[in-house]
């Protein structure tokens, strides 16, 4: 009897499939083929139905990645409606139904926390018959932040309340919307690191980090950047370029700027970066399917792999709608700069950007050689970026002529060879003493030699070993200055609504006004910028004519060129201003002294030399002699001077 009860619970299991893989689980070896065979979306999503992937395949390899055994973390830098939930629904219903261990959700917010797990993850588990089947009572295992499940217990949480997680041993973290988190959570430090700790109980812990960039210094963009920065790329149905997907590439008739004509009309194609062929969005859903992600930084097996996806690749868009949401900012900074994170996925900066140069060994075609003063000059200032004996001092000379030209002549770095001793000050001093003041800068076609004017930068702290032995930086900077009326110490500040691109100081030694100039940094590097990238652009042929531009000099080395181009301006959603530098960046900072002295001295208000000369020799007025109209008139050469 009991025999013929166990062939007809076999007989019954056979024509229940569902039932027969309740008692008897499964356990799968890839997420992508547990989540098409287990999941089904709600008819709340878009696609509601057993879950779909083709339309979306940049996810397969992410999903691929949470089991695999080497890797710790997975970050994934991305726009808005690519799937970054359901990327994350996947590690949650992974765990619940073939790992069960404990999970963490992590939010931004307080509200986005206490509806995550009721209005989006409840709704596919009811859905998903497969995952439904392991709850027993609705009410006590799908609670408001918590569900327990097959023995998985998932919490879902909010970043700011980071002090319990230490005590909580955890196995996976899903953490979303990144950049909404605090930096330090109530004094305990980084929730990343409070993170880490709380995943070291397991071998193969895992920490899933998914949210939309916003700046530079934004958080999700500084994890993409610590990990092998994977792309998506996708093979053109013409000639089979792989390119990545940019909205620079998205074209539109001509003449056509209406967003309601691009958007309803679908208007706008892609264009093939290499061959120029056109591309529509049923063709992008096409290869899509057959792209493949590439490392930046190849890695065998890295630990953390990081991964950025933009709004081209998202099928819930298509290229009219984000041209026309593109012209609908209408230049709104702010507007454009919710497009940039959210729409294209990528790091908003600046419009005032950096300087555009390209990287080169040697530049041909400007003006002056490398080591000659050009023959327009009528000032020449130079900056010394003081980094202590350890890196040295670099150093630049520049030559200043009317209508703001500016010409590089000549750069180096002075390193002593001294011990850590106050003698190793004396060796630099002669050597800054040898090029700036003892040697003789003559201009091409000239026999007068100009002495150059140098700012130094007094603003390094230096390193401890040196403060310790009384060879503080700034004093160092103040007792080259002081006995070299040219030399003029320049200490930077930060003031982005001050329109003053210096003002004096007083020596903390003494009691009266020196040399000493307060250097407004973002003002000048504003400057520089605008200057730097309209010299790049002139043809040599024409310079002549031009104004306002910096150009570098025949025979200007690589690294130089870094330099200059190292930092960018980035400004925040509030308005505020900085710029980060992305490598060395001590040449471009002697600029910025060099910049600053110069404009202490009057550069701007410099003449064409026949026309000074020509002034000098004509008779001055008498005082107060009066115009055709009978009123004092002030020469047009002084027009917009004040008088101090």
């Excluded at 926390?113 to 009721?118: G, N, S, V």
């Excluded at 497969?130 to 609670?143: A, F, H, K, P």
């Excluded at 879902?156 to 979303?176: E, H, M, Q």
């Excluded at 990238?533 to 531009?549: C, I, K, Q, R, W």
Aim: glycine letters at 8%; charged letters at 25%.
């Amino acid at each position: 009897m009991i025999m013929a009860a166990v062939k007809q619970l076999h007989r019954a299991l056979d024509h229940l499939p569902h039932v027969q893989r309740a008692f008897y689980p499964t356990r799968f070896t890839s997420v992508v083929e547990w989540a098409l065979e287990r999941v089904v979306l709600p008819d709340t999503t878009p696609e509601p139905g057993p879950l779909n992937l083709r339309r979306t395949p940049y996810i397969e390899e992410i999903a691929e990645a949470m089991i695999l055994p080497e890797v710790r973390v997975i970050t994934a830098a991305a726009s808005r409606q690519v799937g970054k939930t359901i990327l994350l629904f996947l590690l949650a219903g992974w765990t619940i139904d073939q790992d069960p261990s404990p999970l963490q959700y992590l939010m931004g917010r307080d509200e986005d926390a206490d509806t995550i797990c009721r209005d989006r993850f409840a709704p596919i588990l009811k859905a998903s018959p497969m995952l439904w089947q392991y709850v027993r009572s609705e009410t006590r295992d799908i609670q408001k932040a918590r569900i327990a499940l097959n023995g998985a217990h998932c919490y879902f949480d909010t970043a700011g309340s980071l002090g319990g997680i230490s005590s909580k041993p955890l196995k996976r973290v899903c953490a979303d919307e990144l950049h909404l988190w605090p930096r330090d959570v109530k004094g305990e430090g980084s929730p990343l690191d409070i993170i880490s700790n709380a995943l070291t109980n397991y071998e193969q812990s895992l920490e899933v980090r998914v949210s939309t960039p916003t700046d530079g210094r934004s958080l999700i963009q500084q994890e993409y950047e610590l990990g092998d920065q994977r792309e998506y790329y996708v093979a053109c149905p013409h000639c089979e370029f792989e390119q990545i997907l940019k909205f620079e590439q998205i074209r539109a008739p001509e003449g056509i700027n209406d967003p309601l004509k691009i958007r309803a009309g679908g208007l706008a194609w892609y264009e093939c970066a290499e061959c120029a062929e056109r591309i529509d969005d049923w063709q992008r859903l096409a290869i899509m399917g057959q792209g493949r992600w590439i490392q930046k930084h190849p890695v065998e097996k890295p630990t953390h792999r990081s991964y950025k996806i933009g709004g081209l690749y998202s099928p819930w868009r298509t290229f009219s709608e984000i041209k026309a949401k593109h012209l609908e900012c209408g230049g709104d900074p702010l507007k454009l700069k919710v497009f940039t994170n959210t729409v294209l996925g990528e790091v908003w900066k600046d419009s005032a950007g950096g300087v555009e140069i390209e990287i080169v060994s040697t530049l041909e075609g400007m003006l002056n050689d490398l080591g000659r003063v050009p023959a327009e000059a009528q000032m020449l200032v130079g900056g010394a970026d003081w980094h202590g004996r350890e890196r040295g001092i670099f150093w630049s000379l520049w030559a200043f002529a009317c209508r703001r030209r500016v010409w590089l002549v000549d750069y180096g770095r002075v390193v002593s060879g001294a011990e850590r001793t106050p003698d190793w000050f004396a060796e630099v001093a002669g050597h800054l003493d040898e090029i700036f003041f003892e040697r003789e800068w003559i201009p091409e076609g000239s026999k007068r030699a100009i002495t150059p004017w140098l700012g130094a930068d007094s603003g390094y702290k230096g390193q401890d070993s040196e403060q310790k032995s009384g060879l503080a930086h700034a004093n160092q900077v103040y007792d080259f200055c002081r006995p070299r009326h040219r030399a003029i110490a320049c200490k930077g500040e930060d003031r982005p609504r001050d329109d003053e691109m210096f003002r004096e100081f007083k020596s903390p030694q003494e009691r009266k006004w020196w040399n000493g100039l307060l250097v407004n940094t973002g003002l000048c590097k504003k400057a520089i910028t605008a200057y730097l990238n309209h010299g790049m652009s002139l043809d040599p042929a024409t310079a002549a004519g031009e104004s306002n531009y910096i150009q570098l000099a025949n025979g200007t080395g690589r690294v130089f060129m870094e330099h200059m181009g190292s930092e960018e301006c980035v400004r925040d959603a509030k308005g505020n201003e900085t710029w980060p530098a992305s490598g060395p960046n001590h040449w471009w900072d002697s600029l910025v002294d060099a910049l600053a002295v110069a404009s202490y001295k009057k550069w701007q208000h410099l003449r064409e030399p026949a026309r000074a000369a020509a002034r000098e020799k004509a008779p001055a007025p008498a005082r107060g002699s009066a115009g055709e109209s009978g009123r004092f008139r002030r020469p047009a050469d002084l027009k917009g001077y004040r008088r101090k």
